[in-house]
Every structure is written in C-alpha cells, then in structure tokens.
C-alpha cells in the first residue's frame, strides 16, 4: 500500500501524527518525510524481517543517493496491532516518539525547516494523520 500527501506543508515547531496499523505478516513499512520521492530528509523504516535485520527500526535519508543509515533497537511495533508516531524537526533533527514512549532522533541532514511531502508504504494501513 502506498499513501501519499503532497502540498500539505510541514515546517519546524510542529508535530506530525501517524496513526496505523501493520498487516499481519508484515515485513516492513516506512514513512518518509521530504519534497518528492526523489528527496527523502526523512526515510523512518521499521523492519518486522528484512535484509538479514528483524525488529529494528532503519532511518536514512536519499538526495541522489542514500545517506548513512541509523539504527534503532527499540522496536514498539507488533502486526495487526495499531501503532501511534509522533515526528517534529528543527534545522539540525528530526526526533521520534515511538508507540511505548521512547524518543529516538534522526540528523536533518538537509537542514531545511519546510516539507510538503508525506508518503507512507508496505504492509501497513494508514489511519490517520494530523499535523498541529
């Protein structure tokens, strides 16, 4: 499943809720945060079971090309079962609050304070987004 919100801008200070639910037998899903498909400040990929990595959360970001990746292995996420993420950035960080509470973070490594582009994909079932 793929779901996408473009022009919908998302600046700095604010809060970006997610709300969904991985299918079960999911692998992965991701929700990337940027200005197009082809500019991802933002890659947030956990990962049920895949590439040799299960139950990790992989974050990067792709301007011509991957970054880096960040891992994290607090991994607050079950198939079938709903989750909530909350995502703000300023110039320098994206920080992530996860379903159980924990807080990870992610360099803005394009350092910009504005996206308008939202897309999520894989086995997962949006429920809702809210940006405040």
Known sequence: ?????????FKAGQELTISGKPKSGCNLF?????HDGDNIALHFNPRFNHAGGSNVIVCNSNRGGWGEEVREHSFPFDQGESFKVIISFNNDQFYIKLPNGTMMSFPNRFGDDSFNYIDARGDVKVQGIKIK
């Open 1 to 9: 499943m793929v779901f996408t919100v473009k022009d919908m801008t």
């Open 30 to 34: 991701s929700i990337n945060i940027g």
